[in-house]
């Protein structure tokens, strides 16, 4: 199976910080790669797919970048309803599997 | 497209995990539908998915216990767990994921789970 580690665990940031969130890849995953935000008591929500591509609906202050086995996700101004918990994903190969998830909380 | 799932959320260890996700607004070709699990607190993890041919890829860590079915005509998938401990206690959810980049981008609502003695 293919490890995904994120970076940080959580951070905490206040209303218009920049924030970057890691995530590292076992191995080698091409631009197959996703992020999710997620809050409390709700199902995950797509942000990001194929390492940069925005999802349909997801503001433009969020942004994806790299490729091979290390990728970021920036927020670039952060705004009140970005607090939640960040997951990347892998989409190379089978199983799926995803990053233990960063949490962004309030300053 | 909207996905909604429904199943029993308590059961006794040993019992069957039984959940099934509907489809509604969208055909069920050219999708992976996916079922993916959180523990409480936890993180996500992929159980498996299933096509509209009914082909399934299953994650090794749950493949002995786990299978899939699909009904085209209603537009639902199903999930059961067999066998189910304190460790499968968790919020199931479908979800859709799409071709090429594999993006879950439509989720259900979450089921949650308990498995107690």
């Known amino acids: 199976d293919i490890q995904m580690t994120q970076s940080p665990s959580s951070l905490s940031a206040s209303v218009g910080d920049r924030v970057n969130i890691t995530c590292r890849a076992s191995e080698d995953i091409a631009s197959y790669l996703n992020w999710y935000q997620q809050k409390p008591g709700k199902a995950p929500g797509a942000l990001i797919y194929?390492?940069?591509r925005l999802s349909s609906g997801v503001p433009s202050r969020f942004s994806g970048s790299g490729s091979g086995t290390d990728f970021t996700l920036t927020i670039t101004s952060l705004q009140p309803e970005d607090f939640a918990t960040y997951f990347c994903q892998q989409s190379y190969s089978r199983p799926r599997t995803f990053g233990q998830g960063t949490k962004v909380d309030l300053k | 497209v909207q996905l909604q799932q429904w199943g029993t959320g308590l059961l006794k260890t040993s019992e069957t995990l039984s959940l099934t996700c509907g489809v509604y607004?969208?055909?069920?070709?050219?999708?992976?539908w996916t079922w993916i699990r959180q523990p409480p607190g936890g993180g996500l993890e992929w159980i498996g998915d299933?096509?509209?041919?009914?082909?399934?890829s299953y994650n090794p860590s749950l493949k002995s216990r786990v299978t899939f079915s699909i009904d085209t005509s209603k537009n639902q998938f199903s999930l059961k767990l067999t066998s189910i401990t304190a460790a499968d206690t968790a919020v199931y959810y479908c979800?859709?994921?799409?071709?090429?980049?594999?993006?879950?981008?439509?989720w259900g609502q979450g089921t949650l789970v308990t498995a107690s003695s």
């Open positions: 299933i096509n509209h041919l009914g082909s399934t």
């Open positions: 194929g390492a940069f």
């Open positions: 607004g969208e055909s069920f070709t050219s999708y992976y």
């Open positions: 979800a859709r994921g799409r071709q090429q980049w594999i993006l879950f981008d439509n």
